[in-house]
């Protein structure tokens, strides 16, 4: 199987999570981002509040999630993989090299779909010979 050769950016691999998630944001451990869904609000400080709470799971897990106007209950957290809930919503958090790839999901999609996804994502990065190009 021929391997091929042509830049991916970090955009390509936000293209992939929906109609799973309905945002989504891959951003490094220092807060910076690296892409973004359209429409959606993510902050550095959001950045680096989530990969500060994966860097200790067993305090992820006795701890909460602010993010936007809501806050969310950390529900299942490891060094790679992070789930918060509130009701219908969800943020879903997967850690790939450096870097973290992001899935917010609401009421108009299935969470665990919305988890796969980010893990699927997070692997394909990963696996992926040379790190992807900014936006």
Known sequence: MQKLNFPITFKNYIELLPPHCVH???FSADGAIWSTSEGWTFTSEDGQTISKLMENPEEAMRSSLELGQRTYLVVYADND???CRKREFGIM?????????LGYC???VDPVKCLESVQ????????SSRHPQSK
């Open 81 to 83: 993989t992070l789930v």
């Open 106 to 108: 609401d009421g108009t």
């Open 93 to 101: 958090v997967a850690k790939c090299k450096m870097d973290f790839v």
């Open 24 to 26: 989504s944001v891959i």
């Open 120 to 127: 699927r994502v997070a692997e394909m990065i990963r696996k």
